[in-house]
């Protein structure tokens, strides 16, 4: 039985959008004389709060979800969701850089970037604004060999520190930051988000702190990407993704930041060079200003959909 404190508030970004572009529907146009129904299985790369999962499982009945996710905590989030449909969706504790080659998919879901889940009750460190450890990781347990924030801000060099503030976060401020941790660090170890922030705000200008983008966000998001090392994960995850995705197979992938959005289209771009893969769409989709509205954090979502052939 999941309790109420740790029940998912996610709220799915693009969602009709995404599912609409893995082109479900289709049988005929697939190549198959028979119903395709029961022998289509989509991958949710991504499972998150699991809004994709549900809404595919609740459209077609007879679709099977193999989801995925690093953070073990968001499917004891979110399994209370899937009550009835136990028999249909399949959930592992991966990374989806290690996909492995034992099942060939009809579609893919990469929903990128973190859940409102871990940014609000992780308790890891991925929101800026409450006092918590600064892990940063997704793993749901971390082991002591495995990289956190800690490391990074109270181990790492000040020219590492600056251009992964700036090359992660595209901070203008990233070299001030860093001779920032620096001078911190001589004093006190930098264990909560807290110290971050306070830190971050003492090391950039006045007008910054007051700007419409919370000043500490580039930073958080620079270390969260360099601890999980999420651009490297994304190039082998989409290639692995690919590569067992069926023929007349559908991709849908939504980034949240120029960063991942400039991988996806590159490797999209790419695989339509290679005359590998069509384009669904030419250029991203984006969130309506209605969706906007109801759910803020879609304001920066991008979709784009590939078709394998």
């Known amino acids: 039985m999941i309790s109420e404190e740790i029940e998912s508030i996610h709220k799915t970004v693009l969602l009709n959008e995404t599912i609409e572009g ?31 999962s549900k809404e595919i499982l609740e459209r077609y ?20 969701k899937f009550k009835g449909f136990e028999k249909r969706i399949s959930f592992l504790n991966i990374n989806f850089r290690d996909l492995k080659e034992d ?42 060999d495995d990289l956190t924030a800690i490391d990074i801000v109270n181990n790492w060099s000040e020219e590492s520190l600056a251009d992964i503030i700036y090359g ?23 264990e909560n988000t807290e110290d971050l922030v306070k830190i971050i705000s003492d090391s950039v200008p006045g007008a910054y702190r007051k700007g419409r983008l919370h000043f500490a966000t580039r930073t958080f998001q620079a270390l969260r990407i360099a601890v999980n090392d999420e651009l490297g994960a994304l190039e082998e995850g989409l290639e692995k993704g690919f590569g067992l995705l069926k023929n007349r197979g559908r991709m849908s992938v939504i980034s949240f930041h120029s960063l991942e ?39 920066s979502s991008k979709l784009r959909i590939l078709e394998k052939i």
């Open 61 to 80: 009945t007879n679709i099977k979800i193999i989801a995925l996710d690093q953070d073990g905590d968001t499917w004891k989030k979110a399994k209370y």
């Open 22 to 52: 893995l082109g479900l529907s289709r049988s005929q146009a697939l190549g198959n004389s028979k119903s395709l129904a029961s022998e289509k299985i989509v991958l949710d790369a991504t499972f998150g709060g699991g809004g994709h």
């Open 103 to 144: 099942e060939k998919y009809d579609g893919i879901i990469f929903d990128l970037g973190l859940s409102s889940d871990q940014l609000e009750n992780s308790g890891r460190g991925f929101s800026f604004i409450k006092k918590e450890p600064m892990l940063m990781t997704m793993k749901e347990n971390p082991s002591s």
């Open 168 to 190: 992660y976060g595209e901070e203008r401020f990233s070299r001030r930051i860093a001779k920032g941790i620096i001078e911190a660090r001589k004093k006190n170890k930098i």
């Open 261 to 299: 959005d400039r991988i996806v289209k590159r490797f999209f771009r790419d695989k339509k060079e290679k005359s590998e893969a069509i384009l669904i769409n030419k250029k991203p989709i984006i969130a309506t200003i209605e969706e906007i509205r109801n759910n803020p954090r879609s304001r």
